[in-house]
């Protein structure tokens, strides 16, 4: 995506489809913290409804994007736009409509469940009754209705991030921003806190996500960008982005303790690419690569033929995985 200069911007318009205009807008957006540049000049838009994702390695910009969208830290160059506001402006007004899901959960231990929805909902100056009516049935949506008489400090890691999700929600917000929303859980949690952002999207809730995990990308994702060095590298839906930065397929071939033979696989693909521990071949047929692999002599401890990821569209565009 291109950076514009500000002042020949004008606003943003009005998404073709729908007829609305974004959710959230920016052109030539930059944060820099003295000579570190952690945002560098980046472009994007978000429409209403969309899960949109920022996909990147740690240090790529993601955090410090997603704090000036929810208006906690200032832009340094370019122009940003929020639910139609200008941050610098009205920053309270866009963190009223704004449920934050911070990387770090910030719940009370001490506190109870039900405790925690119903002081977080005072904030937003919300009568007792109402946020009692939410709480009950954000519960119920984070399967955490059993324990809302429970302290927080026991509970599993999935557990608190759920809670730290349905607490976002207690305002009703416009916006629902998750920053790595399942770092630290195990499988069967990140599964399950996929299931609760499908239906927030189903229900029309726009989300913003930023992750290193490719898999979650492209399974919550609508749109999304590739940032590497506070730039955007690439930008598209997961699988329009596979289909120009890699191939169909991809053959991955391991050698135990021996060195690939790298020299003699050239030639079978478009391209191939070695990690420490195997080499991917890059292959709109696999089967036909791992065919000719085999044909000339080389016998690799074993093989494995998948489709493209969103991590091999990674590997294209920077030569190094997303996960550092």
């Keep these: 995506m291109q950076s ?33 540049v952690a945002v560098d000049d980046i472009d994007f838009d978000i429409t209403r409804g969309e899960s949109f994702g920022f996909l990147g390695p740690n240090g790529a ?3 410090s994007t997603m704090r000036m969208i929810a208006c906690m830290s200032p832009q340094t160059g370019g122009t940003l736009r929020v639910l139609g506001m200008d941050p610098e402006t009205h920053g309270p007004e866009i963190r009223s409509r704004i449920g934050l899901v911070p990387q770090e ?3 009370d231990l001490q506190l109870t469940v039900l405790d925690n929805l119903m002081i977080y909902g005072r904030y937003f100056d919300l009568p007792k009754k109402v946020i009692l009516e939410r709480a009950r049935r954000l519960l119920d949506f984070a399967e955490l209705t059993e324990r809302a008489d429970d302290t927080v400090e026991p509970l599993s890691g999935g557990m608190k991030r759920r809670l730290t999700i349905a607490r976002a929600l207690v305002s009703e917000p416009d916006l629902l921003i998750l920053d790595e929303p399942t770092t630290g859980l195990d499988p069967q949690a990140r599964h399950l806190l996929w299931d609760r952002l499908y239906r927030l999207k189903s229900q029309g809730v726009t989300l913003v996500i930023t992750t290193h995990y490719m898999d979650e990308a492209e399974q919550l994702c609508d749109r999304l960008v590739v940032m590497d060095k506070g730039r955007i590298a690439a930008a598209g839906t997961p699988a329009g982005l596979i289909e120009r930065y890699s191939t169909r397929e991809v053959l991955e071939l391991r050698f135990g303790g021996a060195d690939p033979p790298f020299e003699r696989l050239e030639g079978i693909a478009e391209r191939s690419e070695v990690l420490p521990d195997r080499v991917l071949v890059y292959s709109d047929d696999g089967d036909r ?19 493209s990821s969103l991590e091999d569209v990674f590997l ?9």
Excluded: M, N, Q, Y
């Design 4 to 36: 514009h200069s500000t002042s020949s911007l004008g606003a943003p318009a009005p998404d073709s489809a729908t007829g609305e205009e974004p959710v959230i807008w920016a052109r030539g957006l930059a944060k820099r913290f003295g000579d570190l």
């Design 61 to 63: 910009g993601k955090t």
């Design 105 to 107: 959960d910030t719940l």
């Design 289 to 307: 690569a791992l065919d000719e692999v085999l044909a000339r002599g080389i016998a690799p401890v074993s093989s494995l033929v998948r489709r």
């Design 316 to 324: 294209s565009l920077t030569g190094r995985t997303l996960v550092d």
